[in-house]
């Protein structure tokens, strides 16, 4: 039976729920430093982010920040070559045009360009995942892994080393790798040694002669789609991203498995700064990575479960290799990648 209430206890029970919701809220949004949202809001209220994450992805996750905050995003997507060159070129041009980047090769964006800065959820990811410059930090993990399509190619067939590709004539033809894999050679070198590494690889290229595609994730719904059979490398997340939507796709780690980075980092020339700061530590806290986990993505903190979980776990049984080249580096082993691959 439900008693009336006064007006008195009507106004402490409203004022009671109100104060629940509100820690509830806090507690949801851990990340959310009241005073530092205060000092974002005065800056006008909106931001600019670059970002190489797919719209099916970037907009709902930033969308997830501007129902925290009231703060709009302005999300400019596109990918890393041109995004880089843009940047480049505002920078020089002293051009206060982007606040945050969310790149898979931030490390490659010359210092310069970037801000040092130290965001409080920076503490809750892997140390591997955090610049010891400080101008970046990890929100997901590529782990380097090839893949294959499960209609076209029986699990019990798989290799079990990357010397085992060769043996596979019949798959000539119907094999992947992106253009731009630099990063998972230069692992294959530290792993077998330059001279191995290359006499394997050579032997790969001339039975197997891999298809050289643009796009890691165009790669992985290709494989999905069973245009190609398997990849030779690619990031585990994007096939597990193909194979959540239903694809017959799945990753087989090899030794060595290499390791980079999704990374979040903060424009030297931020218009924004305060809010910039704001969303980068949102971008690192478990509300954010909990949420990219339903895509697939591989979380950079020991408090988010993968999605399947364990995907963490089973990589880490194979040599894993954390990968951060310098602009001059990568640029070396892109050569080397194209004098391996586009000579076969």
């Not at 005073?35 to 970002?51: D, N, P, V």
Request: charged share 20%; proline share 6%.
């Amino acid at each position: 039976m439900f008693r009336q209430l006064n007006g008195a206890a009507l106004a402490g029970l409203l004022l009671a729920s109100f104060f629940v919701g509100h820690a509830r809220a806090q507690q949801s949004h851990a990340w959310l430093d009241p005073k530092l949202l205060a000092a974002a809001k005065a800056e006008g209220g909106t931001m600019t982010i670059y970002s190489d994450t797919n719209e099916g992805e970037g907009l709902p996750l930033w969308k997830l920040f501007t129902d925290a905050t009231g703060i709009k995003v302005n999300y400019v997507r596109g990918a890393d070559p041109p995004l880089m060159a843009r940047m480049v070129l505002e920078y020089r041009g002293n051009q206060k045009s982007w606040d945050v980047a969310q790149l898979g090769t931030i490390d490659k964006i010359p210092p310069q360009l970037l801000l040092p800065f130290d965001p409080p959820e920076a503490k809750n990811i892997s140390a591997q995942a955090r610049d010891p410059g400080r101008r970046w930090y990890g929100l997901y993990a590529n782990y380097n892994s090839p893949a294959f399509n499960t209609k076209f190619v029986k699990a019990a067939d798989l290799p079990t080393s990357y010397a085992d590709f060769a043996k596979h004539k019949e798959w000539a033809g119907h094999i992947a790798i992106d253009a731009t894999d630099s990063e998972w050679l230069w692992a294959m070198d530290q792993y077998f040694g330059d001279d191995k590494a290359t006499a394997l690889i050579k032997s790969i290229v001339a039975t197997l002669h891999p298809v050289l595609t643009n796009g890691h994730l165009a790669q992985a719904r290709s494989v999905g789609s069973g245009e190609y059979w398997l990849s030779l490398n690619n990031f585990v997340n994007l096939t597990e991203n193909v194979r959540l939507k239903g694809g017959p796709i799945n990753y087989f780690a090899l030794n060595p498995v290499a390791l980079t980075f999704g990374a979040v980092g903060i424009s030297v020339k931020a218009p924004h700064p305060n809010t910039a700061l704001l969303a980068a530590n949102f971008a690192l806290s478990k509300e954010c990575e909990t949420f990219l986990t339903k895509f697939g993505r591989i979380p950079t903190r020991p408090d988010v479960e993968s999605n399947p979980p364990g995907i963490v776990a089973a990589l880490n049984k194979k040599k894993v290799i954390t990968v951060s080249l310098s602009p001059q580096d990568e640029h070396k082993w892109q050569q080397k990648f194209n004098a391996l691959f586009k000579g076969q």
